[in-house]
């Protein structure tokens, strides 16, 4: 057989098995990936001290498990939004929360998880507008031996929620009174009424 007719079968060889690894690894990178989504709201109780509760969501999307990289593979950091003279600015120091997923340390494929992670801010100064609340999770890449991490983010702002004033409480007072007062009104008319009939009965 003609060296040549061994070099082309040889070469052929080689073309398939690098299209069959390339293959591979397409199919292993797009079938690891994540979804992450987070969103907020804000509350403000009776006494001033406002919460943040914020939900975050992962999917792991494809075949292959996601296994976040470290204890805080999965956070939320909260940061302050500040205006001042028409400029916005950050907080002093923003809050993170991590590892509020439990004991939960990977997603399967096609699955979801999420949760409720709560702030508690206490008192927001005058300047405060709202909060940027930044979820992420950090991933390590298969195989482990390679040790690249990857992340995946979604980032949503929580408008500060409007205070209760002194006039929407002198309202609401106001209201309550009145619905007393009529309520008490209705239930002398009614006994009157009542004791006339009672009266006419005995006549």
Request: proline share 11%; net charge negative; aromatic share 6%.
């Given at each position: 057989m003609p060296l040549w007719v061994d070099a082309s079968e040889v070469s052929g060889?080689?073309?398939a098995s690098i299209t069959f690894l390339g293959g591979l690894g397409v199919s292993i990178f797009y079938s690891f990936k994540a979804n992450v989504s987070v969103s907020a709201d804000a509350h403000s109780a009776d006494?001033?001290?406002?919460?943040?509760?914020?939900?975050?969501?992962?999917?792991?999307?494809?075949?292959y498990r996601i296994r976040f990289a470290k204890e805080d593979g999965a956070f939320v950091l909260l940061t302050e939004v500040r205006s001042s003279g028409g400029r916005l600015s950050d907080g002093p120091?923003?809050?993170?929360r991590a590892g509020f997923f439990g004991t939960r340390s990977c997603v399967d494929g096609?699955?979801?998880i999420s949760t409720t992670v709560l702030f508690t801010l206490g008192e927001?100064?005058?300047d405060v507008v709202g909060w940027r609340c930044f979820?992420?999770?950090?991933?390590?890449?298969?195989p482990k031996s390679i040790g690249k991490v990857w992340s995946w983010s979604d980032t949503v702002f929580v408008p500060k929620p409007r205070a209760k004033?002194?006039?929407?409480?002198?309202?609401?007072e106001e209201g309550s009174q009145e619905a007393g007062t009529a309520t008490a009104a209705g239930v002398g008319v009614g006994a009157v009424r009542e004791a006339q009939g009672i009266a006419a009965q005995e006549a």
């Open positions: 060889a080689i073309a006494d001033g001290t406002v919460f943040v509760t914020a939900r975050p969501t992962v999917t792991a999307i494809g075949w120091t923003p809050q993170k096609g699955e979801t927001v100064p005058p979820f992420a999770i950090q991933v390590t890449r298969p004033s002194l006039e929407d409480a002198h309202g609401q």
